[in-house]
């Protein structure tokens, strides 16, 4: 059980890297929620945050990401990040994500703050 908010935040890079429909998948349940931001309308359901991720997807090479958890219990881990887009900008990144039993995110939600380089 233990590191499994490290283990969730590096399969997200690497799906977010491929950008691979079962990578996506694989990282939610069923009826997940997904925020891109804490007052955006959620995307319900393994299948919408699927479609979602892939309408808004990063083309690989264009960012990168570091991150570390800062909190991480068996439902909750919290992640610090920063990914730098260097066409365009920098973001620090605040994550919440909630587990089940499985690994798997019930819950994901981002707060992004936007960096001139």
């Known amino acids: 059980m233990a590191n499994r908010g490290s283990e969730w935040v ?6 977010w890297e491929s950008n691979d429909p079962s990578e996506i998948g694989a990282l939610f349940t069923d009826d997940a929620e997904y925020l891109t931001s804490p007052d955006a309308e959620p995307r319900r359901g393994r ?13 690989p090479g264009t960012w ?3 991150w570390e958890v800062i909190h991480e219990s068996p ?9 730098d887009y260097p066409a365009e900008r920098i973001y620090l990144n605040l994550w919440v994500i909630r587990l089940d039993e499985f690994g798997r995110a019930t819950s ?7 960096r001139e380089h």
């Open 10 to 15: 590096a399969d997200y890079v690497s799906a």
């Open 47 to 59: 299948d919408a945050i699927v479609a979602g991720w892939l309408e808004d997807h990063d083309e």
């Open 64 to 66: 990168s990401f570091d």
């Open 75 to 83: 439902e909750l881990v919290l992640v610090q990040g920063r990914t």
């Open 108 to 114: 994901f939600t981002e707060w992004y703050m936007p």
